[in-house]
C-alpha cells in the first residue's frame, strides 16, 4: 500500500487563486491523498469556486463559520490547521495556502524520499516565489533555495514547502498541548512556530528541486499588513478585502455605501485596503448611506460642510464653525472637499467648538487631520496628537503636503498619544 498524504489548504478570500492550489492537487502524479480545504468562512464568490472540485471523493470542505469580529484572536491558518490535524487520516501531512501552487511532482518526489529514509520525519524543498499584481502580471521571481539539514527551520522554511509524517503529530500534542502554535502574534509566521515544534523531532531535511510556486499577491496578509500600524487612526477610510468601503471613527467602523461615497467627497485614490483581521476589530456602526444628509445624527464625522457662507467641520457629532478666512486656509481645505447642506439640516446638527486660527486647550485641534512639527507628523484624535511613522503616513495614504504645522506653543498644548508605528512580532528561538 502506498502511504497516504494528508494536504491542509487554508482558504480565505483568494477567488483569483485558490482554484490554482486546488487544480495543482489534482494534477499531482501521486493519486494516494486526501485534500482538506478548511475555509475560512470566505465570501461567495470565494466558495462559489471551491464548491465546484466538491465531486472529487478525496476533497472534503470545512467552512469555519467564523464571526469577522473574531477573526483577530488567533492566527487565523493556525487554528484551522488545528482542526485539520484532528480529521486527518494520512501517513504523511502536506501543507498548502490559497495562493500556492504544488507542482505536478511534488508529492511523489517527498513521499519516495520520507518511504526510503525511515529516520527522516520532515523533508523540504525549494520554492519559486513569483510576486504577482492586480492582474496577475508577475512583477519577479526568485528561488527560494534549500539551505541542507537543517535543525533551525524557523523563518526558512516556507509554509506550503513541507512534508512530514503524521507520528510525530502525537508527541508535540503530548508536550505542548496543540500541534500549532495559534497565538495571534504570530500571524506574520505561525508556520516558523510550528516548525520549531517539529525540529524538536527531526531535522529537516532538504530536496533541492523547485517542488511549489508561492504567489505573492496584491491581497496576502503580508502585503496589507506591511507597515500598517496596529491601530488605525481615526478618520480614515478604508477598503476591506470584500471591497467594502468604511469611515474608522474611534473604535467603530461604518460602512460607507457608493451613492454615500460621492456625495461626501471621499476620494477613491485615498483608500487604504486594510486586512480583515484588523479591521473587524472595530465595532460596526450606523452605516453612512443617503440618509445621512436629513439625519445630523448619521452624519460622519471629519467633513467639511458648507451652508451659505458658512463652513463648519464635522466632528464628536457636532458641526465645529470655522471661525475666519484664517483658519480655513491653515485647514489646507480644498474647496471641491465642501460638502453643500440645506439650511434645515445645518440646524439638525449640534454646533460645536468653533476651528480657530491658532490651536489650545481652549481652541481644541480639528480631530482625524495630520499635523507636522519639526518634521515629524502626527495625526489628531480623542484630544491627543499621535505621532505616526514616515512609512506608516505613506502606507496610510495621507499627503503630506496637507500636513498642517504647528507652532511650539500649540504643539506643547495637547498631550501625545501612543504612536502609530509598524511592528512585526517575528517569531524568535527561545534558546
Ligand atoms: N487566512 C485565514 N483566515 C484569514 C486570513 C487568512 O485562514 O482571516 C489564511 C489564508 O487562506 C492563507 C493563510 O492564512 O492560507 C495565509 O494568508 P495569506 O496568503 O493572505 O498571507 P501571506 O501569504 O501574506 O502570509
Ligand atoms: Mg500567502
Redesign the pocket.
Known amino acids: 500500500m502506498k502511504p497516504k498524504v494528508s494536504i491542509i489548504?487554508?482558504?480565505?478570500?483568494?477567488p483569483d487563486t485558490v482554484h490554482l492550489a486546488i487544480e495543482s492537487v489534482l494534477a499531482q502524479k501521486y493519486d494516494n491523498w486526501e485534500l482538506l480545504i478548511?475555509d475560512?468562512h470566505s465570501n461567495d464568490k470565494t466558495k462559489r469556486i471551491i464548491k465546484g472540485f466538491l465531486q472529487d471523493s478525496r476533497i472534503q470542505y470545512f467552512d469555519s463559520g467564523?464571526r469577522d469580529e473574531d477573526?483577530h484572536k488567533t492566527t487565523?491558518?493556525a487554528t484551522?490547521i488545528n482542526e485539520a490535524l484532528e480529521k486527518v487520516s494520512g501517513d504523511y501531512i502536506s501543507y498548502l495556502?490559497?495562493?500556492d501552487i504544488y507542482l505536478p511532482e511534488r508529492l511523489s518526489e517527498m513521499t519516495t524520499i520520507l518511504n526510503n529514509s525511515p529516520s527522516y520525519g520532515v523533508v523540504y524543498s525549494k520554492q519559486l516565489v513569483r510576486k504577482i499584481d492586480q492582474s496577475g502580471r508577475t512583477v519577479y521571481e526568485k528561488v527560494r533555495e534549500t539551505n541542507g539539514i537543517l535543525t533551525k527551520p524557523q523563518n526558512l522554511v516556507d509554509?506550503c514547502s513541507v512534508m512530514h509524517r503524521a507520528s510525530l503529530l502525537p508527541l508535540i500534542l503530548a508536550k505542548y498541548g496543540s500541534y500549532w502554535d495559534d497565538s495571534p502574534e504570530y500571524w506574520?509566521n505561525g508556520d516558523a512556530a510550528f516548525w520549531a515544534r517539529l525540529a524538536e523531532w527531526s531535522p529537516f531535511y532538504p530536496i533541492p528541486k523547485v517542488l511549489d510556486i508561492?504567489l505573492?499577491?496584491p491581497?496576502?496578509?503580508?502585503?496589507l499588513n506591511a507597515f500598517m500600524p496596529k491601530e488605525l487612526p481615526t478618520g480614515l477610510v478604508v477598503l476591506s478585502t470584500n471591497e467594502n468601503t468604511f469611515l474608522i471613527d474611534g473604535n467603530i467602523r461604518r460602512k460607507i455605501d457608493e451613492a454615500a461615497f460621492r456625495m461626501l467627497k471621499y476620494d477613491r485614490k485615498q483608500l487604504v485596503k486594510v486586512?480583515?483581521?484588523l479591521l473587524y476589530q472595530y465595532r460596526e456602526g450606523a452605516p453612512i448611506e443617503k440618509s445621512v444628509f436629513s439625519n445630523a445624527k448619521l452624519f460622519p464625522n471629519y467633513r467639511f460642510i458648507k451652508c451659505g457662507k458658512s463652513i463648519f467641520y464635522t466632528e464628536g457629532g457636532c458641526a465645529r464653525p470655522i471661525e475666519s478666512a484664517d483658519a480655513l486656509r491653515r485647514l489646507k481645505a480644498d474647496l471641491k472637499d465642501f460638502i453643500l447642506v440645506a439650511p434645515e439640516m445645518l440646524e439638525d446638527f449640534q454646533i460645536g467648538k468653533p476651528i480657530s486660527r491658532t490651536f489650545d486647550q481652549k481652541n481644541p485641534i480639528p480631530e482625524g487631520k495630520l499635523f507636522l512639527y519639526k518634521r515629524h507628523f502626527f495625526v489628531s484624535g480623542n484630544g491627543e496628537l499621535k505621532p505616526m511613522e514616515a512609512k506608516v503616513l505613506r502606507k496610510l495614504k495621507y499627503d503630506k503636503s496637507l500636513a498642517i504645522p504647528l507652532s511650539k506653543y500649540e504643539f506643547a498644548s495637547f498631550p501625545k498619544g501612543e504612536s502609530l508605528k509598524w511592528e512585526v512580532v517575528r517569531w524568535k528561538d527561545k534558546n
Request: aromatic share 10%; proline share 3%; glycine share 0%.
Open positions: 489548504l487554508t482558504s480565505y478570500n483568494k478548511m475560512d467564523i477573526r487565523r491558518y484551522l495556502t490559497d495562493d509554509h506574520h508561492c505573492k499577491t491581497d496576502s496578509f503580508q502585503e486586512h480583515d483581521p
